[in-house]
Each structure stands twice: as C-alpha cells, then as structure tokens.
C-alpha cells in the first residue's frame, strides 16, 4: 500500500540521478544556540526529572557527542501552587536534573511551576496535571494477516475515554517473550501513527488502536504485555509527536517538517514542561 | 432571510441594468444613432476571434469583439472609417455609409510568421494603455508553441509562469502561485469549466497541452464581476470551434508523447469538430523488456473534443468536452500469488453552450457545466485461496449553469451581467474493503453545497482620456443550514495621462468557497478538495493594485508597471503534522475529522511588477520582473508568529525572446532567474525529548538527539536560474502543409537548482533535478 509513495519517490530519483550535490551550510543557517529544557511531571513518577541541554547546528562540524550537549551546571526547581519547592540535581546516570518525586507532591489538577538558571539565565515555564487518568484498558492479540505491516501479531488496545473533556493520549506497550530454550526478551510494540490518538469526534467513547510485533517461532505462545497509556497536555502529545513525525518521515522530500511547540520563557529557551497521568496493565495472553 | 436578501440584490442589478438601457435607447432616439454589430472570423478556418479592435478614428470610439467574436457599436449615421485590427492579424480598413443599423461580417487573414505587420497607431482595444483593465496577461497560443519547453512538451501554465507575477512552484512544477496565492487559489477556466486538477505526472505537466487552444486570458488582480471564487487569478481557456471550411489536423511526435489534432467541417460552414488527443508512451516502448511476472507502467493522457454548431447568425451552440487522465499500473505474478496494483487520477469536463442574439445590441451565452476530479486505488491481491481488496476514491462532481449577457447601449458602455449556480458534491473518501473470512468495510464520506452568484460589470468611457469598470458581484453559498451572503465590490479607473500612457488603479475583492487540502505543495493527486462548511468560512481577500502602462505604438513595445497590495483572511492551512489523506489513514478505514485537522489564518503579500513586452516584429518577447513579499500568520501554526510563504520570492525575473527571421526558422530562448524557495528544514539538533517520557516514541528512544526547527519555512534556498534554447526547422508544402522539426534543451548550462534539501550530518545536501534536459520533435501539419 505504499506503493505510492514508492513511485513517487521513483520518479524523483530517476530524474535526481548524480544530482545530488554537497552545500555549504555556513551562511545559510541560523547559528544561534537555544537552551532546551524538558521536564515532564507525573504523579505516578518516583523521580522529578529535567533535563537541559544546548543546540548545535546540523551543519557544525564540532563533536557529536551529546554529552557535550548537556548543560550540568543549571540550578533548577520545581515549585507548587503553595509554593512548596523541590530542587533538582543533576545525575550522571540519566544525563538529567533529579529529585525524589516524595520532595513534591506532584497532584491531579495542580499546576507547576519550573525555575531553570542557565548561564546566569532565567527559564521559567509552568504546567497542569491533569486532573484524570485512563481506568480502563481491554487488550488482544492476534495473528496478523497483512503483509503490509511489520510483524506477524496485532496487539488491539481499547482505552476507555476519559469522559467531557478533550483528552491525548499516547499508547505504547512492551512484550516479554520467553524462549523454549530458556532466557527471554523485551520487545517494544510498533504503534505507528496510532501512538498518538485523541478522543476527537470519539468523545465518550471507546478509543482502539492497533499495535504490531513479531512473535518469535521458538518462543512460549502466550507473551506478557505492558501496555502504557498516557493521558497528557496538549502541548506535550504535541511535542513527541513531532518528534515521532520528524523522524518517521526522515527522507521524504514531500513531507513538511512539524516544528515543535515551546512554553519555556527566557532568551532562546525552547522545550516542554508538562503534565501527564499514566496507566499500566500488565497482561499475559 | 439570506434567499431574501439574494434576491433583493438581483432585483436591484437588474433595476440598475434597466435605468442604464433606458437612458442608452433615449440618448439614441435623439441623435439618429445606429447599431454595427456582427461577428470576426479568422479566414478559412472561420474561428470567431475574440479581443479584435474594431475602432474608428474620426469619432474617437471603439470596441473589442466578445468571447465569441461578437461586437456591437452604437454610432450617430454617416459615412465613417473602421478600423479592424488583432495582433497577428492583417489590419482591415473599412468604409461605411451608416444610414440604418448594420450587420458587418468581417473575416480576418492570420499575417505570415515574419510578423511584418504594419502598427495601427489607432489599434484600441489591445493595447495595454488603452483599455481599461489591468493586471491581466494573455498569451498567445502561438507563442506558448515557440518558447521552449522540458522535453519539447509545449505548456501554456509553463510559458505563464514566465510572467511577472505568476510565479512556479517547485523545480519543474505546473503549479502556479500568483500574487502571493496558492494554487487552489487559482481559478482554472477551459470553455466555462473549472478544472480542479491542471498537473499531469506530479506536477511536471500541466493538462493543457496547446494545441486545440484558441485563446488564454489570465487576470491576477482587478478582477472583472463575471470572475468569482477564488481569491488570487483567473485563467481562462477557449477551445477552437474547429475548422468550417476544410479538414485539417496537426501530428506531433515528441520524446515522451505524441499528440493528434483533427479539426473540420461535419456540414460545411454550419457544423465544425475538433478533436485533440495526447498520450506519454514510455509504458508501452517498455513493455516489451519487462519481466512476465512483473510488470509496471506510467502514462498520462489527454482528449479534448467539441462540436460546433451555428444554427444561424443569432443562435449557437457549443458542445466541448475534456478527458484527461494518469494511471500506474503494475502486476506481480509468482506461483499462486497474485498482487494487482491501479493509481489513477484526472478530470473530466464537459460544457454545453448556447449563444443567442437578442438583438444587435444584446447578446446571451447560456452554459450547462460538468466538472469531475477523481483520484482512485485500487489493490488486489491474491494468495492461494485467500483475496484481499481495497478500492479508494475521492472527487469532486461540479454540476453547473450559468448565464451571461452582453450589453452594448452606446460606445460609453460595455455591461455585462449575469448569473451561475453550481451544485457541488465532494466526496472526501469513498473506500471499500474485501478480505476472506473479513468482515466487509465501506466508508462514505460525501459533502454537498450549493455555491451561487449574480454579478453586473460595465466598462464605461467616461471620456477620451478617462475610463471606469466597476463591478459587483453577490455571492451566496450554502451547505447543509448554513449560509454565506457575500457582497464583492470591483473596480478599476484608468486615466490616459497621454493617448499611448495610462494610470490605473483597481480595487476587487474576492470570496472562496472551496479549498485544496494539500501539506505536499507540489500538486499531488492525493490533495484534496473540500468545500467550506459551518465551522470553515469562506477564505477572503481584499486586493489594491496601482499601475501604468505605456505603448510604444511604432515599435510595438508595451511596459506595463504595477503595485499590488493584497490581504487575505480565512486562508486555510492544516495543523501541525496533520494530514488528512495519508495512506496510513486510508489502510486503516479510520474516519478522521478534515475540520479538526485545519487552522484558518491571514496572509498578506505585497510587491511590484514590471513588464516589458514587443509583440509585433521579428524578434518578439519579454523581460518581466517581480518584486514580491508573502507572508502568513496563523494562530496555530508557528507558535502564531507570521511567516514567509514556501514560495516567497523577493525576486523573479524571466527574458523570454523569440526571433523569426524568415518562415523557416524559429529560434527562442528564456532565462529565468529568483531568489531561492524557503525550505522547512530541521536544521539544529538537541537532545531527543523523547528521552525522560516513560512510553518509547516510536522504535526509537536511545536517549540520542533529535533534529528539529523552530521556525516555519526557515530555511532559504539557494537562487534559481536556468537557461533555456529551442530552435524550430519550417518547410512550407502545397495546399497548406507544413512540417517543423523542433529542438530544445531546458537548463542548457545545466544549473543543480535546489529540489530539495536534507542532511546527511553535519554535511546539508542538495537534491537537483531537470539538468539539461535535451528534446526532439516533429510535427506536421496538413
């Protein structure tokens, strides 16, 4: 089915052929460096976490190591309606700014607020909890018949809709397999597209989207499944999933890139702080 | 209450309309006036032509034939000197003795190529500073045959996008932006039809493919009342009738497709035809080097056809029709699976017109119009015993009429006025699903509207040096309960500071009602065509334009200088990463809301246009160069900030020259030159966001970093030029016989003009496309 696309992309390389030339990026891009900060808050999180970094240009030819992206020097807090306050630190093992969730409460409806000093910078940005999180969760697998998807198992998943309100979710599940010959393996579900759905024209309703995996010959017939269903802002369903377009899309010259939303303030400071409420459901089918 | 007020406003035109004949047939009575009227034909072939000068000199007036070749001149009685005149075309100098009304037949011998016509000083009626309108180009289909073209495939929205002001789209594109617009911005008129879809092979082709084409009139701004519907330009197509006289065609062989052009008497001098067909043929010539287990092809095609019949002098009927289309197949075939693959999309038009003679001073057209778009798929698919179908399709069905009604009360006044009506019914997604031991699944969405219009325009010579049109037309649309009453004032003043130099400025405002959903801008047939509804308004503009034009009349030189200032509001784009059509969505069945996917916004675009244009001689051509800005804001799109369109250009710039120095050869050449495209490039990288979010993003969550922008169209492209030659060989034979070989090469010094641009980090690459691009042709005319 996405033989159009293949003829489309046919098409343009044939008439491409040794067209391809290299550029010099210097005078063409914008060089100025944004502070990019992400925090996500949660209350089912144990830790508090955000993480700053800097931006480079695609076209530098500096290092490409990304801890020389990241900024550990920031002070940063987080702070509550009643001005209770939690300061992060930063962690060499997740490349982030930490605290134990126990520090702040972090609530249902409640807003937050974040507090970054970065190079003698100010970043602030602000978030809501939302106030629900998904109850009901219906899972299956079947054998997948199509060969237009990856993976010979469809894992539906059913999520219930958090009723009145207009709601994004993000869908995601593991699958534990474990071998006839011993040893086992986690395997992340492919969502595609339907990673991110919203109750749109689906309000009160039953939301279902399709998964796929491969289940492996020599493995036992009955996986376990960790389905995660995420209840988020708007603006952070917004954020990943430009970040899942942008590179599910990486290549077509026909899709137009999505820019990714910002709510940090403070000289070129770009990134999310947001809420969100998770599910898990553990299965074995 | 809104059908009220529609036919309030009709009523009120018509009570206009009224008082002006009324004044016209007092003023007639009391100076012994009479009426010329009556038809110009081309010799031979007995085309009506229209836009032909009919003026004459002693009494300072004239008038232009119509559409359909029609003219009528209110004059006091004597004897008086005409003078007949169209470029291209031998001057006529008639004298006539008025004594009563008069009917005046007048056949037209097309000059040779050399062109070594004599100017007409008194020419009216064509010459830029001498009629009223402004910011409108024609071309004629004469020159779109000589200027060169990719892969020899003559193309009139290529040879217009030469023009200042009409700008193309991507490298290769038959997309057209004008003024700042957007394609579906463009109304695209062939004999009364709109055609939704103008691009063959992705945009590379246009569907006009020149050779049954009589005449192309574009208006980018100071649009005429009888226009509507869209808010950036007009083009408008005629077909010819077809030959009266004598049957008659053309052959065209060429590298990728081949054309046919038959034209001529079914009952001499009543009833004409004309057939044009055109085929690529690449699918065919590689058929036989192909696999039996695996076969492909491409083509695309296009047929036009019209009857033409007179019933007499006063009554008329046109019957054209249009088909166009482009298909993929391909087959895969091994032991016992079977994979069937069909992609085909394209236009059908077809109009009934009827022309009607009220009188010498009143003339109708009548039209019956059909319009369809189609895009569908089709996969079948067989393995053992087990089948797996899926069809899709989306279109748009345009059922039309439409009347309008020419009034010539005296030389003051040209009006014009009519009415339209047309019914259309979108169909979004129409899908259906077979698959063994599988539920069915069909899904259906369909939209219809009723989108309506009276308007009444009158160009009026208020004196010698001074001329006004105004205009207004009332537009009115309905879906389902919900109504928009729309009310669009036009006009246009020209002042002749000089006989041979005007001023203009013009004024017109614009109402669309249906909108291209597009996120590719390159004219993919998977764009679609929606209509507005309760929640999406009609998109609006709102355009100024100021201008000067200057003849140069014993040279045949023309300059025409126009600002231009145009705000649009309403203008629709889709969300962020939304899309409606993407196959994914189509595999899946899964109803998806195109409103909820939608952002309406604003958009301005402002700029100057120079135009220098020879028209007659043996070396003719033009220089155009437009200076121009676009920009667009939307609250949901680019954090609301405003933004340069894809296609903002500060500067464009075309020389096209055309240099026939005896009737056996042809050489021509352009040159175009603009400021690069904007991209939207993810051009920093920063940590994935990706990283801390408990739920992997897609099959990537490695904690790396991610390319991303924060700007829309961020990026500008490198500057576009190319060059452009062809050369074409003529031989005369008897009876009318001709032969030409034709050569070209597009992008002769074969400039790597940016398609598109990516990283392969840190290094940004370019992806170029159409390096010199050789051609052969050969056509033979009889």
Avoid at chain 2, 567 to 591: C, H, P, Q, W
Wanted: aromatic content about 14%.
């Amino acid at each position: 089915m996405k033989s159009f696309q293949y003829i489309i992309i046919a098409i343009v390389t044939a008439l491409c052929t040794s067209c391809e030339t290299d550029v010099d990026a210097s005078d063409l891009l914008e060089q100025q460096q944004l502070i990019v900060i992400n925090g996500y808050l949660s209350p089912q999180d144990t830790t508090l976490k955000v993480q700053i970094s800097k931006s480079k240009s695609r076209a530098s030819n500096g290092s490409s190591n990304t801890d020389d992206l990241i900024i550990k020097n920031a002070t940063v807090t987080i702070t509550d309606e009643n001005e209770n306050e939690a300061a992060l630190v930063y962690s060499e093992s997740s490349f982030s700014y930490e605290a134990p969730a126990t520090d702040l409460a972090i609530l249902p409806g409640q807003q937050y607020f974040l507090t970054t000093m970065v190079e003698g910078k100010e970043y602030k940005a602000a978030c809501s909890i939302p106030l629900n999180i998904v109850q009901n969760i219906e899972s299956e697998v079947r054998e997948n018949t199509s060969d237009d998807f990856f993976g010979n198992r469809v894992l539906k998943v059913s999520i219930e809709d958090i009723e009145d309100q207009r709601n994004f979710y993000i869908v995601g599940a593991k699958v534990l397999q474990i071998f006839d010959g011993g040893g086992d393996s986690e395997f992340d579900v492919d969502f595609e597209f339907e990673q991110f759905t919203t109750d749109s024209n689906r309000e009160n309703s039953v939301i279902t989207v399709d998964g796929f995996f491969d289940l492996f010959s020599d493995a036992q017939p009955n996986p376990q499944v960790k389905i995660q269903v995420a209840n988020a802002e708007e603006i952070l369903y917004d954020a990943l999933r430009a970040t899942f377009l942008n590179d599910y899309n990486d290549g077509d010259p026909f899709f137009e890139p999505v820019i990714a939303p910002t709510n940090i303030e403070g000289e070129n400071g770009f990134g999310v702080f947001a809420g969100y409420q998770i599910t898990e459901k553990e299965t074995t089918f | 209450m809104k059908t009220k007020q529609v036919i309030l406003a009709f009523w009120v035109l018509l009570m206009g309309i009224n008082v002006l004949f009324s004044q016209s047939e007092g003023d007639n009575l009391k100076s012994e006036k009479y009426t010329i009227s009556g038809y110009i034909k081309e010799t031979g072939s007995q085309e009506y032509l229209p836009m032909v000068s009919i003026y004459i000199p002693d009494r300072r007036v004239g008038t232009t034939t119509n559409d359909y070749g029609f003219f009528s001149l209110t004059i006091p009685g004597g004897v008086h000197k005409l003078v007949i005149s169209f470029v291209g075309y031998g001057t006529i100098n008639k004298t006539i003795n008025l004594t009563d009304d008069t009917q005046l037949n007048i056949d037209m011998q097309l000059s040779t190529e050399s062109l070594d016509e004599v100017i007409v000083n008194t020419d009216r009626g064509v010459n830029e500073s001498q009629v009223t309108q402004m910011s409108s180009v024609t071309i004629k289909p004469s020159e779109i045959q000589d200027i060169p073209a990719i892969l020899g495939e003559k193309d009139v929205i290529k040879a217009l996008q030469l023009m200042p002001g009409i700008q193309r789209g991507n490298e290769g594109s038959a997309g057209f932006f004008v003024r700042g617009g957007t394609p579906d911005q463009n109304l695209i008129i062939l004999d009364e039809a709109p055609v939704y879809n103008s691009n063959h092979l992705f945009g590379i082709f246009s569907v006009f493919n020149g050779d049954a084409i009589k005449s192309i009139e574009t208006f980018k701004g100071g649009f005429p009342a009888r226009f509507g519907g869209r808010l950036s330009s007009v083009l408008k197509i005629d077909t010819k009738n077809g030959n009266k006289e004598r049957l008659s065609g053309k052959i065209n062989v060429g590298l990728i497709s081949s054309s046919l052009l038959l034209e001529g008497p079914i009952n001499k001098g009543k009833t004409s035809f004309i057939f044009s067909g055109r085929r690529t043929y690449a699918d065919l010539l590689s058929k036989p080097f192909q696999r039996s287990d695996l076969k492909a092809g491409f083509y695309f095609m296009d047929l036009n056809f019209k009857i033409h019949h007179v019933f007499n002098e006063k009554n008329k009927l046109y019957w054209s029709n249009y088909f166009g289309q482009d298909k993929f197949t391909g087959d895969e075939k091994f032991d016992d699976e079977r994979f069937k693959t069909r992609l085909f999309w394209g236009n059908v038009t077809s109009t009934l017109r009827w022309n009607h003679q009220f009188s010498d001073k009143f003339f109708s057209n009548t039209s019956l119009i059909f319009s369809n778009y189609n895009f569908g798929l089709k996969y079948d698919e067989k393995i053992n015993d087990n089948r797996f179908l899926f069809k899709l399709s989306s279109g748009i069905n345009d059922y039309g009429i439409k009347a309008d009604f020419d009034y010539y009360p005296n030389p003051k006044h040209s009006i014009r006025f009519g009415v339209a009506s047309t019914y259309h019914s979108f169909i979004p997604k129409q899908s259906k699903l077979r698959a063994t031991e599988e539920d069915n699944i069909d899904v259906k969405q369909e939209i219809k509207s009723l989108e309506s219009a009276v308007y009444a325009e009158d160009d009026w010579k208020i004196s010698n040096s001074l001329s006004f049109s105004p205009g207004v037309r009332v537009t009115h649309f309905n879906f389902k309960s919900k109504s928009y009453l729309n009310f669009e004032p036009r006009a246009t003043i020209a002042w002749n500071i000089k006989p041979d130099l005007a001023l203009k400025a013009s004024y017109s405002k614009m109402n669309q009602y249906i909108h291209l959903l597009s996120n590719s801008g390159i004219g993919l047939p998977t764009d679609l065509w929606v209509s507005s509804t309760d929640q999406l308004k009609p998109q609006v503009s709102q355009q100024y334009a100021l201008g000067l034009a200057k003849d140069f009349l014993e040279d045949g030189y023309s300059i025409t200088l126009e600002g231009y200032y145009k705000k649009m509001d309403d203008v629709i784009s889709y969300k962020e990463g939304a899309s409606f059509l993407l196959l994914e969505d189509l595999e899946t069945g899964r109803e998806i809301d195109w409103e909820e996917n939608i952002t309406t916004g604003q958009g301005w675009a402002y700029g100057a246009e120079l135009l220098l244009r020879k028209k007659t001689g043996k070396l003719t051509g033009w220089l155009g160069y437009t200076l121009s800005w676009s920009e667009r804001q939307f609250d949901e799109l680019n954090q609301g900030r405003k933004f340069f369109s894809r296609y903002d250009r500060r500067h464009d710039l075309s020389l096209v020259g055309i240099y026939k120095p005896n009737e056996k050869i042809t050489l021509s050449g352009s040159w175009v030159f603009s400021t690069g495209n904007n991209f939207n490039l993810p051009d920093r990288e920063a940590l994935s966001n990706a990283s801390n979010f408990p739920i992997p993003i897609g099959l990537f969550n490695s904690g790396g970093t991610t390319p991303f922008s924060t700007e829309r169209n961020n990026f500008r492209g490198e500057s576009y030029h190319r060059l452009d030659f062809g050369v074409q060989f003529h031989k005369k034979f008897a009876k009318n016989r001709e032969r030409t070989w034709a050569f070209s090469v597009y992008n002769i010094y074969g400039r790597k003009n940016p398609f598109f641009y990516y990283f392969d980090d840190p290094q940004l690459k370019k992806v170029s496309i159409l390096q010199f691009i050789p051609a052969i042709n050969y056509t033979y005319k009889f």
